[in-house]
């Protein structure tokens, strides 16, 4: 028989410690493995009532009714409810559904995305429900780093050097004719999205051991070769640099101790920097041509909906990555062609109908794609990948609000000890978003009950030394 519910916290601090039978302790936390491994599993999914509905969107699901129908479960569930985090989304939520009801051409349409958005605030609760729950989240995350690399790298490899004969777990990118890295994750971003931020909270936890800063250092820099992501290079060296500034300027002990705690952040800068820096010296030097093919399908680095409503048209060409000027996309930064291009395409569409009321209150969620289509890509519905822009787009300038409210509300609740993490991994986020549609998916939402949960035994005792 279960016992009360005891927690060690306070009603907004959520992250409960209950009394569990060893059966119930031992379902909730496979259940909560099975969230984190779904996580890296978006390219799963499968069509139930017109929708397609991902693996990864299924068991938050099957996690968030057990804690409900659970007596000893159900009220730390509530209680992390209340926190200011989940407050917060949730009135996110709640606006965007508002605005659909009011501004949406098509509610079927912008259901796919609301639904979603009720599925991450599922997740977040029950990931905040449990404060084992979430140090559990936290250690499988960080085991992944590695070896979610040199797959991904493995994958790239052998796609590229049989060109396309072994192709598992890639994606050709017919703008630079190369394949990319995706693994079992929707396209290279968000494989290379979910490497980077795990990366960031492995490397500046407290007490990192040497062989995993090697490992991490090695492993991660050809990940990212493999995702042929820049964005994913950006925000890992902006996340890492934010870290390190914060940790400098806020610590309180000497410069010896301040730097001993951001070197493992700064080996993997050292790395990223060599790495990449080969990369783009042996890339091609000649301009390759940008321009997208009407009848090929997008590149790997241009999200694609995330309903997947409507399928991209099938290429009439057979991939040739045999072209070394091509393939130079980590040194391309051309915004008159290219992803970057794209998205300032896409940007100055939506800015066609953010205009008067629908400025301040938004569109309805999930709309731009019933006005515009794709650029480059006839009969294909637009979608927007940037985050800003998207929020703004669906919900004006009182969702954009919100979501800005959330991120503040992040690094508020976060404990003292770990700000300086906060600050680097959201502000890596920040921008991975900006130019990913990584925002809906799971990872995101394990990462902040991460980041919120309550210091452990041993990061006060580090904390204390």
């Not at 290429?315 to 300032?344: A, C, S, W």
């Amino acid at each position: 028989m279960e016992r009360g519910v005891t927690v060690r916290f306070s009603p907004v601090d959520a992250f409960a410690r209950p009394s569990l039978t060893g059966r119930t302790r031992l379902i909730t936390l496979v259940l909560i493995a099975a969230v984190v491994v779904s996580s890296f599993l978006g390219r799963y999914d499968a069509e139930i009532v017109g929708f397609r509905v991902r693996v990864e969107q299924v068991v938050p699901l099957v996690l968030a009714g057990w804690m409900l129908i659970h007596p000893a479960l159900r009220p730390a569930f509530v209680r992390a409810l209340r926190h200011p985090v989940p407050l917060v989304y949730l009135t996110f939520v709640a606006w965007n559904v508002v605005t659909t009801l009011v501004f949406s051409p098509s509610l079927t349409w912008s259901a796919s995305i609301l639904v979603w958005l009720v599925i991450d605030l599922l997740l977040l609760v029950s990931m905040m429900t449990l404060a084992d729950g979430a140090e559990l989240a936290g250690r499988i995350g960080r085991l992944s780093v590695a070896p979610w690399a040199l797959v991904g790298f493995a994958a790239y490899v052998v796609a590229n050097l049989t060109r396309g004969q072994i192709a598992f777990g890639t994606d050709f990118d017919y703008l630079y004719e190369v394949y990319v890295a995706r693994v079992t994750a929707i396209e290279a971003n968000i494989y290379a999205s979910i490497l980077i931020f795990w990366t960031l909270l492995a490397i500046t936890r407290r007490g990192i051991g040497r062989w995993e800063i090697a490992a991490i250092a090695v492993s991660v820099p050809i990940g990212l070769v493999a995702s042929q992501t820049r964005t994913a290079v950006f925000s890992l060296v902006l996340g890492l640099a934010v870290f390190g500034l914060f940790t400098v300027f806020s610590l309180r002990s000497s410069w010896r101790e301040r730097v001993r705690r951001i070197a493992p952040a700064l080996v993997l800068i050292g790395t990223l920097v060599i790495t990449y820096g080969i990369v783009a010296a042996l890339g091609g030097t000649e301009p390759a041509d940008r321009t997208l093919p009407a009848t090929a399908s997008p590149s790997a680095s241009v999200s694609a909906p995330p309903t997947g409503t409507t399928p991209s048209p099938s290429p009439t060409r057979e991939p040739d990555p045999t072209n070394p000027e091509q393939q130079n996309k980590i040194g391309d930064v051309d915004f008159q062609g290219g992803t970057i291009g794209f998205r300032l395409e896409v940007a100055g569409l939506a800015a066609q109908e953010m205009k008067g009321v629908n400025l301040w209150f938004g569109n309805g969620t999930n709309t731009f794609g019933l006005r515009h289509e794709q650029p480059g890509t006839p009969g294909v519905s637009g979608h927007i990948i940037m985050l800003p822009v998207q929020v703004l787009y669906d919900g004006g300038i009182v969702g954009l609000g919100l979501l800005i409210a959330l991120f503040v509300a992040v690094f508020v609740c976060v404990p003292r000890p770990r700000k300086p993490v906060a600050a680097g991994l959201l502000a890596s986020y920040l921008l991975s978003a900006t130019l990913t549609s990584m925002f809906w998916f799971a990872i995101t939402w394990i990462l902040l009950a991460v980041l919120l949960r309550p210091l452990t035994e041993d990061e006060r005792d580090l904390d204390l030394a």
